[in-house]
């Protein structure tokens, strides 16, 4: 493993990006939603880090299923809001989220969206609107898997979607981009760009459907199977031995 400067981004990403930035700059909330290893949490941390400080503040929860007062909580801890008191959770964050001048504008990300609790979800979203301003408290951003747009269909879920401006999805990547996925962790790491042959990338494209994760793992295995067997470049053949065995 290496580290990663600036992570790979799609043209499709890109525009994801600067619409998800719009939004937010706009006071508005929305839904992300992709299959386990599309790219989401590393489209969350490009955003966050593209917000700039003084203007915004945000909570990103790893994982929205907690029950209603452990994610309140978990909310507070995040954005160091005292919790002593007798006075609820959500109180405490209706207050602190009220806007005031030169206060920086607060973003909650809930990450594995699609095992919020039903309860929650009018707790939080209640989180976006100043009633005494009459303007945008906050922005919530939904991330899950694609199953949360079911959910989010659901009638009684309706008051919720009329306060989530937009639903966006990440999609798989595409054969070029898959290509290119490869060539840009092989330089980011100072690798041979030749370590892959064009026929290897091709089945690593088939067998991972284009899911960034799978296709990291099977690249790994590849290169792993490779050092074991002392070969320098990744053929069809060794490529073909790690996918039927993933």
């Not at 937009?166 to 898959?178: C, D, Q, T």
Request: net charge positive.
């Amino acid at each position: 493993t290496f580290p990663i400067a600036e992570p790979f981004t799609t043209k499709a990403d890109a525009l994801l990006l600067d619409r998800m930035l719009m939004l937010l700059g706009q006071g508005k909330s929305f839904s992300l939603t992709g299959e386990p290893g599309s790219g989401k949490s590393m489209l969350l941390k490009t955003l966050l880090g593209n917000l700039e400080q003084k203007a915004f503040r945000h909570a990103l929860i790893p994982y929205a299923g907690l029950k209603q007062n452990p994610l309140l909580r978990e909310i507070c801890e995040k954005l160091a809001i005292d919790t002593a008191g007798r006075s609820s959770l959500l109180g405490r964050l209706h207050k602190a989220f009220s806007r005031k001048e030169d206060a920086p504008y607060t973003v909650l990300i809930l990450d594995e969206a699609h095992s919020l609790p039903g309860e929650s979800l009018l707790e939080i979203f209640s989180l976006t609107q100043d009633p005494t301003h009459r303007t945008a408290a906050a922005s919530v951003i939904l991330c899950g898997h694609p199953v949360l747009e079911k959910t989010l269909a659901f009638d009684i879920h309706a008051a919720i979607k009329t306060r989530i401006a937009a639903r966006l999805s990440l999609k798989p990547l595409h054969e070029e981009e898959v290509a290119d996925f490869l060539r840009y962790r092989r330089k980011a790491a100072k690798a041979n760009p030749e370590l892959f042959t064009k026929d290897a990338m091709k089945l690593i494209e088939l067998d991972s459907k284009g899911n960034r994760r799978v296709i990291m793992n099977l690249a790994g295995n590849c290169m792993d199977l490779a050092v074991i067997r002392q070969e320098k470049v990744i053929t069809d053949e060794l490529a073909r031995e790690v996918c039927d065995q993933a």
